[in-house]
């Protein structure tokens, strides 16, 4: 298998893996806690630290991103780094 295969591999089986810890992290950094700790309780789900500790949650953080980028190929108005990012992409 190719490097570039067994690392999309290994993202794929970490991201399947650590959803449900990403979810609960973003609960709790929302202050849902009745909700996160429901979550916790009914998944079954870790209380082991997020590996990307991001301010807002790393989900609210990639989904910040990919909207900026999807808004930026669909939209005029979007921000300058995401139409830098398109532009470099394109070619």
């Known amino acids: 298998m190719s490097q570039t295969n067994w690392e999309a591999d ?3 089986w970490v991201c399947e893996n650590r959803l449900d810890v990403y979810i609960y992290d973003y609960l709790v950094k ?3 806690h009745a909700t996160a700790k429901a979550f916790q ?6 209380s082991d630290p997020v590996a990307i500790d991001a301010p807002g949650g790393f ?3 990639w989904w910040s991103v990919f909207w ?3 808004i930026a190929r669909t939209n005029e108005k979007h921000s300058e780094v995401a139409a830098s990012y398109i532009e470099v992409t394109l070619f």
Do not use: Q
């Open 10 to 12: 290994k993202m794929s």
């Open 59 to 61: 989900l609210f953080e």
């Open 30 to 32: 929302r202050n849902l």
């Open 41 to 46: 309780s009914e998944g079954k789900v870790s």
């Open 68 to 70: 900026d980028i999807f």
